[in-house]
């Protein structure tokens, strides 16, 4: 076997959790001949494997499940995502030369300010220059790049007034380091770089992070399907390969890859990714399925009658990406400040040059001060403000289990003051709950949970969740046989017991099952899509954080009202992601800033359109990639969290710009009056930055 | 000054080592996985490994 035979594949393993899971996985993986090699990522829950290029998709994910692990395959990752974690890692190169310059410059500097003179000064001096040049070339084009860019479409940022300062000061200290002078600044130069580019890097990491673990959520429904050849063997086809009039088979428990109408095969559907519809709806031959929806009860057949682009799911795509430019017109609260401050630092420059020349200074000592100027007003401690808050803030909220996209979501977060919430998978869990578990006998339960824990189908696994609680054991069967769309049969000491689909109870298309010994029923258990456990408190806490809440869903009036009783809320039913898109506009317009949370496909458009959005871990993908943030678990309590970290963490940028502040309104002074020597400006620029970075670390502590 | 024309140069060499070793091995991908790291030290290897 050749390694260029190979083909590399990743997975998403969201269950690795410990050293024990990522032996097993090594290990156990290259245990099948055809996976040569698997090397799991553990911060980012993946699977890398090498595998010869005739292993199918169900195979390795085969390779998966009999070690014990879900495994999501993941497509070849957009060129966006790399180039993003390209920039993350060219920020850190330049951290990293603009680190060791600075350490090594200082270690001269503090020769030159402890007394050396003469040659010695100018020797260090040289030295200095010599380690600056070049890092300011290397590590600043990040600055200068995006500084260009700026000019180039005649508008200013934070960037310009760093790179014209960083250029002046290192040309500056050159000539004076040529003609014997006493005071250079490329440590005060290079300290700058050092400091801004932390920044900068603490922002990209944390996209970086949180990115990372999206990745690691997205199921990537649908990714393929089992086609019908013409032969009558199925093969794996991608979800890009299918093609109209391709006949998929879908088993129950799958999710649809394509629109397509049911050619065999009768089932119900789970719709409410699609549509917010809680309840399951019948198929029979003949009915139009739509991708993203789940196959419940039993394999169906369906010809596909689009795929890719054209499905219905593309439609909402679309909405998706327009609802989008919306939000892209946000300005962050740094470039906010940038906006006021470049020009004013440009025009003090400017000023301290004119009045030192007019004072008949001369250009040389007029220069060197308006150097000062710029060196001590460029913002050290504005660059690390924001990031440095932010990312603290992301990493206490990561713990917790909320992930941030990035650090513009927390600022946009901390400004709501209306949530408008989806209730099928948002307000609720979004699956099915066993209701009254607790009035059956223990018999019955234990038979129950050992049927139930032989299925993969969504209500024998909510029985099996429901049951463990109760503290059972399963009860010992023998033969057990599952028929699709009617449900489990086993033997228990002579009889015969089913767990299935009900008979004649008249329960219409409630969600039930019915668990029978020798055909005779004993026990019917009904499901219901339950109330997230904290909802109640969730909602009372963003009332008193100031947050009006309404739900907004697609689901029909009847099934919306007891949730919007108990929960006292009002209710909008019946809504398409048209409609829900029109109620946030509506909103926007009379000056609400609208949290949208959600987690269906249809609910994408809203989540891209509100002022700031979340979405539950169960949400679809589609969700997940519109919310600015992700919520794991059962409990709705972290969007409160969540929300209230925001406002805490902005509140600490504002500290942080005061501080930046007070610290100007001291320094520019002395700069404008020539008193600042490399000395004073080193130690004023790493004392601000050093105060920042600590206030910042305050937040810490702020989430319990 | 004698001393300085020996300390200086290995004073820098010394930090451009430290730096050439960061960059060699953000290139191995030493920082990809750095909370799989902390984990790996309790993996046992397996007897018989092919090579």
């Given amino acids: 076997m050749t390694a260029a035979a190979l083909v590399e594949r990743d997975f998403a393993v969201p269950d690795i959790r410990c050293a024990g899971c990522i032996a097993k996985l090594e290990q156990g993986l290259v245990r099948d001949r055809r ?429 099996t969740r429901g049951l463990q609680a109760f503290d059972v054991r399963p009860a010992e069967l023998a033969s057990i046989r599952e028929t699709p769309g009617f449900g489990v049969e086993a033997r228990w000491a002579g009889h015969v017991v089913t767990l299935g689909r009900p008979v004649g109870t008249g329960l219409g298309d409630a969600l039930a099952t019915q668990f029978a010994v020798d055909g005779r029923p004993v026990a019917t258990i009904r499901f219901a899509d339950q109330l997230r456990p904290d909802a109640h408190g969730a909602v009372d806490a963003l009332r008193e954080a100031g947050i009006a809440a309404m739900i907004l869903s697609g689901d029909r009036a009847e099934a919306v009202a007891p949730v919007a009783r108990e929960l006292g809320l009002t209710a909008q039913t019946g809504m398409s992601p048209q409609d829900k898109l029109a109620a946030i506009a509506r909103q926007t317009a009379v000056g609400h800033k609208v949290l949208m949370l959600g987690d269906g496909l249809n609910d994408g458009p809203a989540l891209a359109a509100g002022h700031a959005s979340m979405a539950p871990g169960s949400a679809s993908d589609a969700g997940k990639n519109a919310a600015d943030c992700i919520f794991l678990g059962d409990r709705l309590m972290p969007v409160v969290e969540t929300v209230r970290m925001a406002r805490r963490t902005q509140a600490v940028v504002r500290q942080n710009f005061m501080l930046a502040i007070v610290y100007n309104v001291v320094a520019v002074p002395l700069a404008f009056a020539g008193l600042v020597t490399p000395l004073i400006a080193a130690i004023a620029m790493s004392g601000s930055s050093l105060l920042v970075v600590g206030n910042a670390l305050r937040l810490r502590g702020a989430i319990r | 000054m004698n001393g300085l024309i020996l300390l200086i140069p290995i004073a820098l060499g010394l930090g451009l080592l430290g730096l050439a070793a960061f960059f060699w091995s953000l290139r191995q991908g030493q920082f990809e996985d750095l909370d799989g790291a902390a984990l790996r030290i309790l993996v046992e290897d397996e007897e018989e490994r092919i090579a």
């Avoid at chain 1, 327009?322 to 609260?333: F, L, T």
């Avoid at chain 1, 200074?361 to 440095?388: E, K, M, R, Y």
């Avoid at chain 1, 209730?423 to 209701?435: D, H, Q, V």
């Fill in chain 1, 35 to 463: 996976i040569a090699a698997a090397r799991v990522n553990f911060t980012e829950r993946r699977v890398h494997l090498s595998c010869t290029p005739d292993t199918g998709m169900p195979d390795l994910i085969g390779a998966f499940s009999s070690l014990g692990f879900e495994a999501h395959p993941i497509g070849t990752g957009p060129d966006e995502a790399d180039a993003e974690a390209e920039t993350s890692r060219e920020l850190l190169r330049a951290v990293a030369v603009s680190g060791f310059a600075m350490m090594n410059i200082m270690l001269l500097s503090v020769s030159v300010w402890s007394g050396a003179a003469g040659a010695t000064r100018d020797l260090f001096h040289w030295l200095s220059a010599a380690i600056a040049l070049p890092t300011v070339a290397y590590a600043g084009r990040p600055f200068f790049r995006s500084a260009w860019r700026a000019l180039r479409h005649r508008r200013t940022n934070m960037d310009v007034p760093i790179s014209i300062g960083v250029l002046l000061v290192s040309v500056m200290s050159l000539y004076e380091t040529a003609t014997h002078g006493a005071h250079a600044y490329f440590d005060g130069a290079v300290m700058l770089l050092f400091f801004l580019l932390c920044g900068r890097w603490l922002d990209s990491v944390m996209r970086d992070r949180a990115r990372g673990g999206v990745t690691a959520l997205l199921r990537n429904m649908g990714t393929g399907a089992m086609v019908f050849q013409h032969d009558r063997a199925t093969q794996w086809v991608d979800a890009t390969a299918l093609e109209p009039d391709m006949v998929m088979l879908v088993a129950a428990g799958e999710r649809l890859a394509a629109d397509g109408v049911v050619t065999s095969g009768s089932s119900s559907v789970d719709l409410s990714l699609l549509t917010g519809e809680s309840a399951p709806q019948a198929v029979r031959p003949g009915d139009v399925v739509h991708a993203g929806t789940l196959n419940l009860d039993a394999p169906l057949k369906v010809r596909v009658t689009a795929a890719g682009a054209d499905t219905a799911i593309a439609d909402i795509a679309r909405l998706m990406g327009e609802a989008a430019q919306g939000k892209s017109r946000y300005v962050r609260i740094a470039d906010r400040a940038a906006r006021l401050y470049a020009p004013a630092v440009h025009c003090l420059a400017l000023l301290a040059f004119a009045g030192w020349m007019v004072a008949g200074a001369g250009w040389h000592h007029s220069l060197l001060i308006a150097a000062a100027v710029l060196i001590i007003t460029c913002p050290c401690a504005l660059g690390l403000a924001v990031p440095a808050a932010q990312i603290v803030a992301a990493g206490a909220l990561m713990r917790k289990g909320v992930l941030i996209k990035d650090g513009s979501a927390l600022e946009r977060l901390s400004e709501v003051d209306l949530a408008l919430v989806d209730k099928t998978g948002t307000l609720t869990l979004g699956r099915p709950e066993a209701l009254d578990l607790g009035q059956l006998d223990v018999g019955v339960k234990s038979l129950i949970l050992a049927l139930a824990q032989s299925s993969r189908h969504p209500l024998s696994e909510a029985l």
